[in-house]
């Protein structure tokens, strides 16, 4: 049974009948697991009161675009960027035109335009409106760009009217939402994905780690299992519950992953390392807590295995995928990496600027492979996790890919 557990849902609404619907719709898709916040259309306004949606949803209903304190609320770039997937119900036939036409005139479709989610369109019109070859060639555009549609239905309509418009119940509906991230790109895969910071100690109650908060490599997890995956998570210490349906093995320092990963390279198709190893550890492990006394002291510091280079280097080695975390000269950098550690591909991320990369949730990346790059402009880092699974898809020839 499809799902929504961990998921963003930012329900756009716009201004038709079937609006009233769209306070049900809140309820099926919080029943599926979603945390949902509603964009509504000035029209929509008119059918249903903003305020009905924020009691059912829980969260602040926006409606605006050009509104100071709106906007310094969550942003509409912010509230697309939170989105992992938008979807508009009832879409009328106006919204699809400016859907279709790339129009950002107002809240919802600038949202719309500025995100990287999917998007799934639920449409409601007169049977006429839907009919039209106007309306026809808007849905055909929006669909060729890879939107999802779930309806109409058919039957007696608000105004009398027999036929296609009406929108779809919103059970289905959010079936059909939850259903978008079950892509089956990796069908029958297994994919080993490390995440986190390892801890490397110094004594029994001190060590040397990163700001390494693991969103990435649990968003990569997570996208994994949404492609079909049989997807295990090697995860040093981190603050965040394990996504659904993934294996996870907590390990602490570099060795402790290292072992772990080898031993699951029997059972390994694509690994993907995400985690922020150290390079280095304490030369020894003191057996007592250090006591503070000289003024300086020397900490000697050896180097620590490379985990990804010996999983390319294994004799049935997987489509091996690093990262690269860089503050400099980053693709150079990137693919030097690449090349010496033996990776398939490689995820470059400025890791200089704060507000993508270590513990933020957002990421921006340039991923490269042999013969080929493509950059992932700046978005939350669940909608980037699907962006990189669908490459390893590609790379490796999944049809879908
Ligand atoms: O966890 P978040 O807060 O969400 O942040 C995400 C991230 C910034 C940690 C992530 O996007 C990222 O860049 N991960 C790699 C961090 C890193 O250690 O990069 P690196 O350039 O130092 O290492 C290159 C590659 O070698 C990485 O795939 C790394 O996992 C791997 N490595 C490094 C050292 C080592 N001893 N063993 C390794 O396998």
Redesign the pocket.
């Known amino acids: 049974m499809a799902h929504l557990f961990n998921r963003n849902v930012l329900l756009g609404v716009s201004g038709g009948i079937a609006a009233y619907k769209s306070a049900e719709l809140v309820r099926q898709l919080q029943e599926l697991g979603a945390t949902v916040r509603v964009v509504m259309t000035r029209g929509a306004q008119e059918f249903i009161t903003p305020l009905t949606l924020q009691a059912l949803s829980g969260n602040p209903v926006h409606t605006e675009l050009l509104d100071a304190e709106a906007e310094l609320g969550m942003s509409h770039i912010e509230l697309a960027r939170w989105a992992d997937l938008l979807l508009i119900a009832p879409a009328t036939a106006d919204l699809l035109a400016r859907l279709a036409a790339g129009r950002a005139d107002d809240l919802l479709t600038t949202v719309a335009l500025a995100t990287a989610a999917p998007l799934v369109l639920a449409p409601a019109m007169n049977q006429q409106m839907w009919r039209d070859q106007a309306t026809i060639a808007n849905v055909a555009a929006l669909a060729s760009r890879g939107y999802t549609f779930v309806g109409p239905a058919s039957g007696e309509q608000a105004c009398g009217d027999i036929g296609p418009g009406r929108m779809e119940q919103p059970a289905i509906i959010a079936a059909a939402a939850a259903g978008v991230f079950e892509n089956g790109l990796l069908e029958g895969k297994r994919v080993v994905i490390?995440?986190?910071p390892t801890r490397e100690a110094l004594d029994p109650v001190r060590y040397i780690s990163n700001?390494?908060?693991?969103?990435?490599?649990y968003a990569l997890a997570q996208a994994a299992v949404d492609a079909g995956a049989r997807t295990t998570l090697v995860s040093g210490p981190v603050n965040l519950s394990a996504p659904d349906h993934a294996r996870v093995l907590h390990v602490e320092s570099?060795t402790q992953m290292l072992e772990q990963c080898l031993q699951l390279l029997p059972e390994c198709d694509i690994f993907i390392?995400?985690?922020?190893?150290?390079?280095y550890r304490p030369a020894a492990i003191e057996q007592q807590k250090i006591k503070k006394g000289p003024e300086h002291i020397n900490l000697q510091l050896v180097r620590?295995?490379?985990?990804?280079?010996a999983v390319a280097a294994s004799e049935h080695r997987p489509f091996t995928v690093?990262?690269?975390?860089?503050t400099n000269d980053l693709l150079a950098h990137a693919r030097d990496?690449m090349k010496r550690?033996g990776l398939d591909m490689i995820?470059a991320?400025d890791?200089s600027n704060r507000s993508i990369?270590?513990?933020?949730d957002n990421?921006e990346a340039t991923v490269l492979w042999a013969d080929g790059e493509q950059v992932l402009a700046m978005t939350g880092?669940s909608a980037m996790a699907r962006q990189i699974i669908q490459i390893i898809a590609r790379q490796l020839g999944s049809p879908a890919g």
Request: some cysteine; glycine content about 12%; hydrophobic content about 40%.
């Open positions: 490390t995440a986190g700001h390494s908060s693991g969103k990435m490599g570099a390392a995400c985690a922020a190893v150290a390079d620590n295995p490379d985990i990804v280079a690093g990262f690269a975390a860089e990496k550690k995820v991320n890791v990369g270590f513990n933020s990421n880092k």
